[in-house]
């Protein structure tokens, strides 16, 4: 396929005033491509750009501008899982920074249905910092009662890290950690790791996370990618660190803090960007400047940064 070659363009996309908070997501069989802005509506649209239908989130004001991030979504999630003995295309899964999740049943002919609500704020009670799916499970981040836990410091749970498995049904399910009802969803414990592991030092995550002001001093895991086979999780620290984790066990494989990466304070030498950067020598976001902000998989044992 020749990526050069342009087959539609769509001119009418909201301004969005906060463009970072947004996400984009394709259907497994790309017949939709969903958008979400930094207010948390979601705008569906077909191959050529065509705006399908627009979901909106809990109490908003449909037809008025709302200029507010306090709905932007951490993941943004095609799914087909609970999908395929139905009539329905896909089912859209929208996880907001509060980490309250929403489903829907989407079709590019019969338009959307809402499928079941979900929080994960009984172990996320601050909120989330990042969710990705794999199949048919999620890994979510963020703060939990666990983190920080000295007995608890060298495995995912410790960081913030839970996995998560989609189901159809409502079981009792129980864990290392507790017995509780989910709907659709069940928890799996984290195993343990037997090394010891680098502690980062704590930053602001604001940057990264519109929900994170009260707790802008803990290093947050803000960016996961999974790998081309789904075995491995990296994740991006607040500090500049990087992890590899395996899935789903969640044990940790591999750790860099930012000063043991290579060319970790590597400059960009374009004119621009010099000129730009001489400018902002006195802000504070230039404490940040050799942080990383997202990451890809190149192949199973290689990543782009």
Sequence with gaps: MNMLLLL????????DPFPKWRRVSWSSECSMVAVAYS??????FN???????????????????????????????????????IKWA??????????????YFVSPTDGYQESHCFSFSRLYPYG???????GSLVIVAG???????????????GHGLSIWRMLSDYPLLQTGIWIILLMYYC????PTIDEDEYMPPRVSLFNFVPEAKSLDTY??????????????????HSSGSISVWDVPSLRKRKFWSLENQPGFDSQNFEPNYLKKATTQEISPINSLKNHLVDVKWWSEKSVTL
């Design 90 to 103: 896909a089912e859209l899964i929208l996880i907001d920074f509060k980490g309250n999740v929403r489903s």
């Design 143 to 157: 703060f939990c009662h666990y983190t920080n836990d000295s007995s608890l410091r060298n495995n995912g749970l």
């Design 39 to 44: 207010n948390g509506v979601v705008e569906i």
């Design 187 to 190: 928890y799996i414990s984290v």
């Design 219 to 236: 290093d947050w895991i803000f960016r996961l990618c999974v790998s081309p086979l789904g075995r491995q999780v990296a994740a991006l």
């Design 8 to 15: 539609e363009k769509n001119h009418n996309l909201y301004n």
């Design 47 to 85: 191959t050529v750009g065509a705006s399908l239908f627009t979901i909106y989130p809990p109490r908003y004001q449909e037809g008025k501008i709302q200029v507010d991030h306090n709905n932007a979504l951490a993941a943004l999630i095609f799914s087909d899982v609970r999908t395929e003995k």
């Design 128 to 134: 989330i910092s990042a969710a990705v799916d794999i």
